[in-house]
C-alpha cells in the first residue's frame, strides 16, 4: 500500500465521526408542549421543531395562563411555516398573562386552532401511536401532568418525554447551586407527577441550556435570510425587547430530534414543593439528565439548521 493510499485511508477514518453527525437522524414523532409568548425561546424552538427533515410534528399544545392565546400565536407561527396540517390545542387556562408577542398574532384564526382540549388531544394522539410519540414538555408540565393524573393507563403507551426544566448541578449563571428554574416553578403539583410517573423522562435542564445564548451576529446571520420565518422570528423577539435570546427550549427540542450536543447522567430527582429539583442518592433512576453541553457546536448548528430549513419552505 502506497503512502498516498494510507493518508486517504487515514483522512477517511479521521472523517467518520464528522460525517456521522452531519447526517439526518431518524424520524421522530413528537408533540410540542409549549408557553409560548413569554419568553422568546419558545417561538424558535417551535420553528426548529416544525421545520428539521426528521421531525414529524404531530401537534402543538399549550400551557400557562392564556393558553388559547398561545394556541392562536403558535398557529400563527405554523402558518408561516407553511404548517396548516400541524393542529394546536390550548390546555388548561390560568391566571397568568401572555407577554407583548401576543400582539403579533392577535386573533388569528386557522384551520390547526382546534377546540379539543389538549390533554383530550395527548391521549388520543399517543393511542394512536402507541410507543412512538415522544412528548416534548417546554413550558410549565400542566398538560403532561394533566394527562398522566387523568389518564394513567397511557402511561406504557408514551415513548418518552423530553422537558425543558429543573437544575441539578447550576444556576441561571451557569454555576453552583442548583436555583428553582422556572418551568418547574410555574406547577410544582404536575411536575412531581411526570417526575414519578415511571415514563422515560429526559431532563435539559439548566446544566445544558443557560449557557446557550443567541447572540446578535448570530440573529443578523438568521434573519438576514429574509424569508416569512425568519422575519417572523425578527419579528417576535423585536416583541419581546430582552436583549440575548437564551435558547433554553431549542434544546430539548434538538435532544429529542435525535442532536443530543451533550452527555447525560442517570439520576433520581425530586420535585419538591417550591419546585426545586435535587439529586437524591440511593434511589432507583427516574430521569436521564443531560450534561456537558457542547456550547458551540450546538449554536452553530441551530443557527444554520433555521437558515437552511426555512429557506425550504414553500
Not at 440511593?282 to 452553530?300: M, S, W, Y
Request: glycine share 8%.
Amino acid at each position: 500500500m502506497t503512502f498516498q493510499t494510507l493518508f486517504i485511508a487515514a483522512l477517511m477514518l479521521f472523517s467518520l465521526p464528522i460525517l456521522a453527525q452531519e447526517k439526518t437522524p431518524p424520524i421522530e414523532k413528537i408533540v410540542l408542549d409549549t408557553d409560548i409568548g413569554d419568553d422568546i425561546d419558545d417561538a424558535y424552538a417551535l420553528v426548529l421543531a416544525a421545520t428539521l427533515p426528521n421531525s414529524r410534528l404531530l401537534g402543538v399544545t399549550t400551557t400557562f395562563g392564556e393558553t388559547h392565546k398561545r394556541a392562536e400565536l403558535a398557529a400563527k407561527l405554523l402558518h408561516i411555516c407553511g404548517r396548516d396540517d400541524v393542529p394546536v390545542h390550548a390546555g388548561r387556562e390560568g391566571s397568568a398573562k401572555i407577554g407583548r408577542q401576543y400582539e403579533w398574532a392577535e386573533g388569528f384564526k386557522s384551520k390547526s386552532l382546534q377546540s379539543e382540549e389538549a390533554v383530550v388531544f395527548l391521549k388520543r394522539i399517543i393511542e394512536k401511536n402507541p410507543g412512538q410519540v415522544t412528548l416534548v414538555g417546554i413550558g410549565a408540565l400542566t398538560n403532561i401532568g394533566d394527562l398522566l393524573t387523568r389518564y394513567p393507563e397511557i402511561k406504557n403507551k408514551i415513548k418518552r418525554i423530553v422537558i425543558m426544566g429543573g437544575a441539578v448541578h447550576v444556576g441561571y449563571n451557569n454555576e453552583t447551586p442548583p436555583v428553582i428554574e422556572w418551568n418547574i416553578k410555574c406547577d410544582p403539583a404536575a411536575a412531581k407527577v411526570v417526575y414519578s410517573s415511571s415514563v422515560p423522562l429526559f431532563m435539559a435542564g439548566l446544566e445544558v441550556t443557560t449557557m446557550m445564548k443567541f447572540d446578535a451576529e448570530s440573529q443578523k446571520r438568521l434573519f438576514a435570510a429574509g424569508n416569512p420565518t425568519t422575519d417572523a422570528l425578527a419579528a417576535l423577539t423585536n416583541l419581546w425587547g430582552n436583549g440575548t435570546p437564551t435558547q433554553f427550549d431549542s434544546v430539548a427540542v434538538a435532544y429529542a430530534l435525535g442532536y443530543p450536543f451533550c452527555d447525560t447522567e442517570p439520576q433520581h430527582v425530586t420535585v419538591e414543593d417550591d419546585g426545586l429539583t435535587r439529586i437524591t442518592e440511593g434511589r432507583t433512576t427516574n430521569v436521564t439528565v443531560l450534561i456537558h453541553p457542547q456550547k458551540e457546536a450546538f449554536l452553530d448548528w441551530f443557527g444554520t439548521a433555521l437558515k437552511t430549513n426555512t429557506k425550504r419552505l414553500p
